[in-house]
Protein backbone atom coordinates (compact mmCIF):
# COMPACT_ATOMS: atom_id res chain seq x y z
CA UNK A 1 0.00 0.00 0.00
CA UNK A 2 2.67 2.52 0.93
CA UNK A 3 4.58 1.96 -2.56
CA UNK A 4 1.30 2.61 -4.10
CA UNK A 5 0.93 5.62 -2.49
CA UNK A 6 4.84 6.75 -3.25
CA UNK A 7 3.98 5.70 -7.03
CA UNK A 8 0.84 7.79 -6.99
CA UNK A 9 2.77 10.72 -5.51
CA UNK A 10 5.76 10.75 -7.95
CA UNK A 11 2.68 10.38 -10.83
CA UNK A 12 0.95 13.52 -9.39
CA UNK A 13 4.52 15.84 -9.20
CA UNK A 14 5.48 14.31 -12.46
CA UNK A 15 2.11 15.95 -14.04
CA UNK A 16 2.18 18.94 -12.11
CA UNK A 17 5.94 19.40 -13.97
CA UNK A 18 4.42 18.52 -17.34
CA UNK A 19 1.68 21.24 -16.66
CA UNK A 20 4.24 24.14 -15.75
CA UNK A 21 5.79 23.17 -18.78
CA UNK A 22 3.45 23.41 -20.95
CA UNK A 23 1.96 26.64 -19.63
CA UNK A 24 6.38 28.07 -20.01
CA UNK A 25 5.85 28.37 -23.77
CA UNK A 26 2.75 30.20 -23.10
CA UNK A 27 4.04 32.42 -21.03
CA UNK A 28 6.76 33.29 -23.34
CA UNK A 29 4.46 33.76 -26.56
CA UNK A 30 2.64 36.96 -24.35
CA UNK A 31 5.69 38.19 -23.62
CA UNK A 32 7.06 38.06 -27.11
CA UNK A 33 3.74 39.77 -28.24
CA UNK A 34 4.11 42.62 -26.40
CA UNK A 35 7.85 43.39 -27.77
CA UNK A 36 7.43 45.21 -31.28
CA UNK A 37 10.78 45.50 -33.08
CA UNK A 38 11.04 48.45 -35.69
CA UNK A 39 13.23 48.91 -38.53
CA UNK A 40 13.27 52.69 -39.18
CA UNK A 41 15.66 55.33 -41.60
CA UNK A 42 18.05 56.61 -39.35
CA UNK A 43 17.01 60.21 -39.46
CA UNK A 44 13.80 58.94 -37.51
CA UNK A 45 15.96 58.06 -34.72
CA UNK A 46 15.23 60.77 -32.43
CA UNK A 47 11.73 61.30 -33.54
CA UNK A 48 10.95 57.79 -33.21
CA UNK A 49 12.78 56.95 -30.12
CA UNK A 50 10.72 59.72 -28.44
CA UNK A 51 7.49 58.08 -29.74
CA UNK A 52 7.79 54.54 -28.96
CA UNK A 53 8.49 56.09 -25.22
CA UNK A 54 4.80 57.42 -24.88
CA UNK A 55 3.78 54.30 -26.13
CA UNK A 56 5.42 52.42 -23.65
CA UNK A 57 4.34 54.71 -21.08
CA UNK A 58 0.71 54.57 -22.24
CA UNK A 59 0.65 50.64 -22.77
CA UNK A 60 2.65 49.15 -19.78
CA UNK A 61 4.04 45.88 -20.52
CA UNK A 62 4.68 47.15 -24.19
CA UNK A 63 8.42 47.00 -25.79
CA UNK A 64 9.75 48.82 -28.41
CA UNK A 65 12.84 47.81 -29.96
CA UNK A 66 14.39 49.38 -32.64
CA UNK A 67 17.02 49.41 -35.23
CA UNK A 68 18.32 52.30 -37.61
CA UNK A 69 20.63 51.96 -40.58
CA UNK A 70 19.89 53.32 -44.44
CA UNK A 71 16.50 52.05 -45.37
CA UNK A 72 18.04 49.97 -48.54
CA UNK A 73 19.89 48.66 -45.95
CA UNK A 74 16.94 47.28 -43.44
CA UNK A 75 14.81 46.30 -46.11
CA UNK A 76 17.77 43.62 -47.63
CA UNK A 77 17.75 42.22 -43.93
CA UNK A 78 14.75 42.12 -43.73
CA UNK A 79 14.21 40.31 -46.90
CA UNK A 80 16.94 37.92 -45.45
CA UNK A 81 14.98 37.14 -42.87
CA UNK A 82 15.75 39.98 -40.04
CA UNK A 83 12.62 39.67 -37.29
CA UNK A 84 10.92 43.32 -37.75
CA UNK A 85 7.42 44.25 -37.08
CA UNK A 86 7.00 47.23 -38.67
CA UNK A 87 9.31 49.10 -41.32
CA UNK A 88 9.46 52.68 -41.79
CA UNK A 89 11.77 54.24 -44.74
CA UNK A 90 12.57 57.83 -46.13
CA UNK A 91 11.73 56.48 -49.25
CA UNK A 92 8.78 54.76 -51.22
CA UNK A 93 11.56 52.75 -53.43
CA UNK A 94 12.79 51.11 -50.18
CA UNK A 95 9.18 50.03 -49.09
CA UNK A 96 8.20 49.24 -52.77
CA UNK A 97 11.52 46.82 -52.78
CA UNK A 98 9.43 45.09 -49.50
CA UNK A 99 6.21 45.10 -51.40
CA UNK A 100 7.19 43.24 -54.66
CA UNK A 101 8.59 40.09 -52.47
CA UNK A 102 5.29 39.92 -50.44
CA UNK A 103 7.59 40.77 -47.22
CA UNK A 104 4.73 43.86 -46.15
CA UNK A 105 1.04 43.61 -45.32
CA UNK A 106 0.15 45.74 -48.14
CA UNK A 107 -3.46 47.46 -46.48
CA UNK A 108 -1.37 48.98 -43.76
CA UNK A 109 0.78 50.82 -45.74
CA UNK A 110 0.73 54.31 -45.25
CA UNK A 111 2.64 57.46 -46.08
CA UNK A 112 3.43 59.07 -42.67
CA UNK A 113 6.04 61.73 -42.66
CA UNK A 114 7.61 64.02 -45.01
CA UNK A 115 10.65 66.31 -44.80
CA UNK A 116 13.40 69.05 -46.44
CA UNK A 117 16.63 68.69 -48.26
CA UNK A 118 18.94 70.78 -46.31
CA UNK A 119 22.58 72.01 -47.05
CA UNK A 120 24.47 72.46 -43.63
CA UNK A 121 28.08 73.14 -42.63
CA UNK A 122 29.60 73.83 -38.78
CA UNK A 123 28.19 75.54 -36.87
CA UNK A 124 31.51 77.23 -36.41
CA UNK A 125 31.94 77.84 -39.85
CA UNK A 126 32.05 81.75 -41.23
CA UNK A 127 29.31 80.86 -44.01
CA UNK A 128 26.02 82.29 -43.38
CA UNK A 129 24.35 81.45 -46.43
CA UNK A 130 24.89 79.43 -49.88
CA UNK A 131 23.65 79.99 -53.25
CA UNK A 132 23.45 77.16 -55.82
CA UNK A 133 25.54 78.21 -58.03
CA UNK A 134 29.11 76.86 -59.28
CA UNK A 135 31.37 79.64 -57.92
CA UNK A 136 29.37 79.33 -54.46
CA UNK A 137 29.81 76.21 -54.12
CA UNK A 138 33.70 75.64 -54.87
CA UNK A 139 34.33 78.63 -52.20
CA UNK A 140 32.67 76.98 -50.01
CA UNK A 141 34.33 73.73 -50.09
CA UNK A 142 37.64 74.80 -50.91
CA UNK A 143 39.68 71.25 -50.60
CA UNK A 144 36.92 69.90 -48.19
CA UNK A 145 34.27 67.53 -49.57
CA UNK A 146 30.64 67.46 -49.29
CA UNK A 147 29.35 64.83 -47.23
CA UNK A 148 26.28 63.02 -48.25
CA UNK A 149 24.30 59.40 -48.09
CA UNK A 150 26.02 57.00 -50.87
CA UNK A 151 22.86 57.67 -53.93
CA UNK A 152 23.47 54.02 -54.90
CA UNK A 153 21.94 52.63 -51.26
CA UNK A 154 20.87 55.90 -48.41
CA UNK A 155 17.79 57.49 -49.83
CA UNK A 156 18.94 61.14 -48.80
CA UNK A 157 21.86 60.54 -51.11
CA UNK A 158 19.19 59.64 -53.88
CA UNK A 159 17.75 62.91 -53.59
CA UNK A 160 21.14 64.82 -53.52
CA UNK A 161 21.80 63.56 -56.60
CA UNK A 162 18.79 64.22 -58.07
CA UNK A 163 18.93 67.64 -56.88
CA UNK A 164 22.32 68.45 -58.06
CA UNK A 165 21.59 67.31 -61.33
CA UNK A 166 18.49 69.54 -61.51
CA UNK A 167 20.40 72.47 -60.50
CA UNK A 168 22.96 71.34 -63.21
CA UNK A 169 25.79 71.38 -60.47
CA UNK A 170 26.43 67.58 -59.98
CA UNK A 171 29.18 67.00 -62.88
CA UNK A 172 31.11 70.40 -61.34
CA UNK A 173 30.33 68.11 -57.09
CA UNK A 174 30.86 64.30 -58.52
CA UNK A 175 34.52 64.10 -57.21
CA UNK A 176 33.84 66.17 -54.77
CA UNK A 177 31.49 63.94 -52.24
CA UNK A 178 32.54 62.46 -49.34
CA UNK A 179 29.68 59.67 -49.46
CA UNK A 180 28.54 57.45 -46.26
CA UNK A 181 26.65 54.47 -44.91
CA UNK A 182 23.67 57.01 -43.79
CA UNK A 183 22.16 60.22 -43.42
CA UNK A 184 23.53 60.34 -39.50
CA UNK A 185 26.85 59.45 -40.43
CA UNK A 186 26.90 62.44 -42.67
CA UNK A 187 25.41 64.41 -40.06
CA UNK A 188 28.34 63.40 -37.98
CA UNK A 189 31.27 64.60 -40.42
CA UNK A 190 30.33 67.65 -40.99
CA UNK A 191 29.13 68.06 -37.17
CA UNK A 192 32.97 67.22 -36.34
CA UNK A 193 34.34 69.41 -38.70
CA UNK A 194 35.72 67.01 -41.08
CA UNK A 195 33.41 68.02 -44.25
CA UNK A 196 32.60 71.91 -44.42
CA UNK A 197 29.20 71.00 -46.15
CA UNK A 198 26.99 68.23 -46.26
CA UNK A 199 23.90 67.21 -47.40
CA UNK A 200 20.58 65.89 -44.92
CA UNK A 201 17.12 66.50 -44.02
CA UNK A 202 16.27 69.17 -42.51
CA UNK A 203 14.91 67.20 -39.34
CA UNK A 204 18.55 66.10 -38.94
CA UNK A 205 20.18 69.21 -38.54
CA UNK A 206 17.45 70.19 -35.95
CA UNK A 207 18.95 67.72 -33.88
CA UNK A 208 22.49 68.77 -33.77
CA UNK A 209 23.60 72.17 -32.68
CA UNK A 210 27.30 71.65 -34.06
CA UNK A 211 25.63 72.21 -37.08
CA UNK A 212 23.89 74.84 -39.28
CA UNK A 213 21.74 75.38 -42.64
CA UNK A 214 23.34 77.33 -45.15
CA UNK A 215 20.80 76.62 -47.65
CA UNK A 216 17.72 74.73 -48.20
CA UNK A 217 16.95 72.90 -51.96
CA UNK A 218 13.86 73.87 -53.75
CA UNK A 219 11.13 71.18 -53.71
CA UNK A 220 10.88 70.66 -57.67
CA UNK A 221 14.89 69.83 -57.58
CA UNK A 222 14.32 66.33 -56.10
CA UNK A 223 11.18 63.55 -55.54
CA UNK A 224 9.20 64.69 -52.98
CA UNK A 225 10.54 63.29 -49.41
CA UNK A 226 8.46 60.90 -48.35
CA UNK A 227 8.52 58.33 -44.79
CA UNK A 228 5.82 55.35 -45.84
CA UNK A 229 5.27 52.98 -43.08
CA UNK A 230 3.76 48.94 -42.92
CA UNK A 231 3.55 46.29 -41.02
CA UNK A 232 5.63 43.59 -42.34
CA UNK A 233 3.99 40.02 -42.97
CA UNK A 234 4.89 38.67 -39.76
CA UNK A 235 4.26 41.69 -37.28
CA UNK A 236 2.03 40.55 -34.34
CA UNK A 237 -1.01 42.68 -32.56
CA UNK A 238 1.07 44.89 -30.51
CA UNK A 239 2.59 46.19 -33.57
CA UNK A 240 -0.10 47.08 -35.06
CA UNK A 241 -1.20 49.07 -32.01
CA UNK A 242 1.96 51.27 -32.33
CA UNK A 243 1.81 51.66 -35.61
CA UNK A 244 -1.82 52.71 -35.24
CA UNK A 245 -0.66 54.83 -32.34
CA UNK A 246 2.15 57.02 -34.62
CA UNK A 247 -0.91 58.32 -37.07
CA UNK A 248 -2.49 59.52 -33.54
CA UNK A 249 -2.28 63.47 -32.12
CA UNK A 250 0.30 62.19 -29.09
CA UNK A 251 2.79 61.18 -31.46
CA UNK A 252 2.28 63.69 -34.63
CA UNK A 253 2.94 66.27 -31.71
CA UNK A 254 6.47 64.69 -31.59
CA UNK A 255 7.24 64.49 -35.24
CA UNK A 256 6.19 68.20 -35.62
CA UNK A 257 8.64 68.94 -32.84
CA UNK A 258 10.88 67.29 -34.26
CA UNK A 259 10.89 69.22 -38.24
CA UNK A 260 8.87 66.79 -40.01
CA UNK A 261 5.51 67.13 -41.62
CA UNK A 262 2.79 64.97 -40.81
CA UNK A 263 1.22 62.87 -44.23
CA UNK A 264 -1.15 60.66 -42.26
CA UNK A 265 -4.24 61.34 -40.76
Known sequence: MLKLMRLGLLCLVALGVGVARAEAPAATTAVAQKTVTVFAAA???????????????????????????????????????APADIFVSAD???MDYLSERSLIKPETRAELLGNTLVVIAPASSPLKSLA?????????LGDGRIATGDPASVPVGKYAKAAFDKLDLWSLLESRFAFTDSVRSALVFVARNEAPLG??????????????????FPENTHPKIVYPIALTRGANEEAARFLSFLKEPDAKAVFIRNGFSVLSR
Do not use: M
Open 43 to 81: SLKNALDEAAGLFQKAQQGAEIKTSYAASLTLAKQIEAG
Open 92 to 94: LAS
Open 132 to 140: FTRPAFSGA
Open 199 to 216: VVYATDAKSEPKVKVVAT
